[in-house]
Nanobody
């Protein structure tokens, strides 16, 4: 089993900050990339940040300069530091991890349950 659990969401005023955390646990041999996605009501799911196994990040243009993704490989954690939040950032945020369950297996996508972030104006 592999499970991902997000935490750190909530309600914040525009201009404020939140830090999301995602903890991976279970039968994990190795982890490749780790991503954060979000989905606003009535919108398609959007990838907002990704970090590879070496710690190199990439971001969607909409969050570049405001969000920072990081990871702790020893603890199997991925974080999303969100600064200068805007009402348009309101969404359910999902953690997504590519993991292998054994030395011989390929990468498989795993998803967290999602966590609400609401930014008020």
């Amino acid at each position: 089993q592999v499970q991902l659990v997000e935490s750190g969401g909530g309600l914040v005023q525009a201009g404020g900050s939140l830090r999301l955390s995602c903890a991976a646990s279970g039968s994990i041999f190795s982890i490749n990339v780790m991503r954060w996605h979000r989905q606003a009501p009535g919108k398609q799911r959007e990838m907002v940040a990704v970090i590879n196994s070496g710690g190199w990040p990439n971001y969607a243009d909409s969050v570049k300069g405001r969000f920072t993704i990081s990871r702790d490989n020893a603890k199997k954690l991925v974080y999303l530091q969100m600064n200068n939040l805007k009402p348009d950032d309101t969404a359910v945020y999902y953690c997504n991890v590519e993991a292998a369950r054994s030395r011989l297996s390929t990468w498989v996508d795993y998803w967290g349950q999602g966590i609400q972030v609401t930014v008020s104006s």
